[in-house]
């Protein structure tokens, strides 16, 4: 069964509506976590054993265009994918490369108090990301 809320947010960020795109979006926005396109993949595969990966990559490279996920990359340059767009920050084990979102209102009204009193020189501040390296203790 088609998701109309996946169709719907490719039909309003200007994408040609076409099943591969449906089903890689419908799995970002099923998985709970950072997927890299190989997860990605692995998922697809199960009800869609013909998309390739180089769809995936391709496909995911039209949605960071558009602004519908970000890239995440870790300490050893893997690309994950983040579909959440409220202000968030990120937990992250180098040991597993697992990334997790971190709200947090406070430290993001903080930091970006502190950067726009700050006034870095040569440089206009659009937005922040803090990565909170550390280990998952569960």
Do not use: W
């Not at 795109?21 to 993949?41: G, K, Y």
């Not at 937990?91 to 502190?114: G, P, S």
Request: a neutral charge; glycine letters at 2%; charged letters at 30%.
């Amino acid at each position: 069964m088609v998701n109309k809320s996946t169709i719907k947010l490719l039909s309003e960020h200007g994408l040609k509506i076409t099943p591969q795109r449906i089903a890689i979006l419908d799995v970002l926005m099923t998985l709970n976590c950072h997927p890299t396109a190989d997860v990605i993949c692995d998922h697809l595969r199960i009800n869609h054993p013909h998309i390739s990966i180089g769809t995936i990559y391709k496909t995911l490279d039209a949605f960071l265009s558009k602004g519908i996920i970000e890239k995440v990359l870790t300490e050893s340059d893997t690309a994950r994918y983040d579909r959440v767009h409220d202000k968030h920050h990120h937990l992250y084990c180098a040991e597993t490369e697992r990334v997790e979102d971190y709200f947090d209102d406070h430290l993001y009204q903080m930091v970006n108090d502190y950067l726009r009193k700050k006034r870095i020189k040569n440089f206009m501040m659009e937005d922040f990301k803090i990565q909170i390296t550390g280990k998952f203790s569960d």
